[in-house]
């Protein structure tokens, strides 16, 4: 399935990944930006990661919103080359292919001013991985940003219902560790990390990974997830997941 647009149709449905463990939609920018997912579908799945079988005890008993990853392009001021003077470059068209022998998502996003992100995108079949290529193209020096939030349905800062989380950085990687308040016997882990050299920044709820480019790079975003459920150390089961995926490489994943 092979979709071309310039603009994001109010009936558009973003294609789903999954593994039967977890499932996401992948929006025409190759991340989950929830305001690039057109109309379509209403409620659950929303363009968030959500995992079978985890939720809360409270109220209707739902689905624990297990967040999304999202980009931004950031053009530094032509004039002044001051980081701090930067504007968000807007998608300007986009190809997007679901490869359902391959199993992966493929998006072809061009931006305003030219600049071109091809992303390839797949779940893992055993792990609760999400594996991302990106190959970022630049019409001029920018600035590419990579946040993964752990959040709720709507808005990217707030943290899901129910939940508690604390969020550390270390080279090129981030961990989001998280507890559901309702559950006493329930935590789990979210890893993030980068195949190459980044700056890494904590926020409230999110790990945010940056990267300078002036020249067509590649970069491969990991994202492991786990839990409780997958038994007592978890924590080490997503980092020792994490590990293998960047020991291995991208081309190794598929």
């Known amino acids: 399935m092979l979709y071309t647009d310039k603009n994001i149709?109010?009936?558009?449905?973003?294609?789903?990944?999954?593994?039967?463990?977890?499932?996401?939609?992948?929006t025409p920018d190759g991340a989950m930006n929830p305001n690039m997912r057109g109309g379509l579908i209403k409620a659950y799945p929303s363009t968030n990661i959500w995992v079978a079988g985890r939720r809360s005890m409270s109220g209707n008993r739902g689905l624990l919103c297990h967040g999304r990853f999202e980009q931004?392009?950031?053009?530094?001021?032509?004039?002044?080359?001051?980081?701090?003077?930067?504007?968000?470059?807007?998608?300007a068209g986009f190809a997007q292919e679901l490869d359902t022998e391959r199993?992966?998502?493929?998006?072809?996003?061009e931006y305003s001013d030219g600049s071109v992100v091809d992303t390839t995108a797949f779940v893992d079949t055993e792990y609760k991985l999400i594996i991302l290529k990106k190959?970022?193209?630049p019409a001029d020096k920018l600035c590419f940003r990579f946040r993964y939030s752990f959040?709720?349905?709507?808005?990217?800062?707030?943290?899901?219902?129910?939940?508690?989380a604390a969020v550390s950085?270390?080279?090129n990687s981030g961990r989001i560790s998280y507890r559901l308040t309702d559950r006493k016997d329930f935590d789990g882990s979210i890893r993030v990390a980068c195949d190459s050299n980044c700056t890494t920044e904590a926020a409230a709820n999110s790990v945010i990974l940056s990267r300078e480019i002036a020249e067509p790079t590649e970069l491969c975003f990991y994202i492991a997830l786990s839990d409780s459920l997958d038994g007592a150390d978890h924590a080490g089961l997503a980092r020792d997941i994490i590990q293998s995926a960047l020991n291995d490489g991208f081309e190794r994943q598929k």
């Open 9 to 26: 149709g109010e009936t558009y449905c973003a294609p789903f990944l999954g593994n039967g463990k977890l499932s996401l939609q992948i």
């Open 72 to 91: 931004q392009l950031l053009k530094t001021d032509a004039t002044t080359r001051n980081t701090d003077a930067q504007s968000e470059l807007t998608v």
């Open 103 to 109: 199993a992966v998502v493929n998006c072809h996003t």
């Open 135 to 137: 190959r970022i193209t």
């Open 151 to 164: 959040c709720g349905k709507g808005n990217s800062d707030i943290l899901p219902d129910l939940c508690d």
């Open 169 to 171: 950085v270390g080279d």
